[in-house]
């Protein structure tokens, strides 16, 4: 747990100091991935605290959801179609899910002492 957090912290302190730019066309694209991985982070906090994490389950589904949202993005871009509606209802409905289970888990852990 300490590796991840130090990792967390060092992700985000090189991401604030080095420069990161994109064209604005992708910024579409890159906020569905990181939904998609943020669903995946969530998903992997919350095995864990159930005691069935999985470091490959977590780093393929981090990488493959993260390029089938925006390969849905891309692909319904071009047809002109919002493909990315699934995505955001897929991965937004089960990042609140396990937001849900991880605060009772905590609350569980923390406040009922069972």
């Not at 420069?19 to 864990?48: C, H, K, M, Q, T």
């Not at 990488?63 to 955001?88: Q, R, S």
């Amino acid at each position: 747990m300490l590796v991840a957090i130090i990792g967390l912290v060092l992700g985000v302190i090189i991401g604030l100091f080095l420069p990161n730019f994109y064209p604005a066309e992708y910024s579409f694209y890159i906020s569905i991935a990181v939904l998609a991985a943020l669903d995946s982070i969530f998903g992997a906090v919350r095995s864990n605290m159930e005691g069935r994490f999985d470091m490959a389950i977590f780093i393929s589904g981090f990488l493959g959801n993260a390029v089938l949202a925006g390969a849905l993005a891309f692909i319904g871009d071009k047809m002109g179609v919002p493909l990315y509606y699934a995505a955001i209802f897929v991965f937004g409905g089960r990042l609140f899910q396990n937001f849900a289970v991880i605060r009772r888990l905590l609350i569980d852990k923390y406040f009922r002492k069972k």
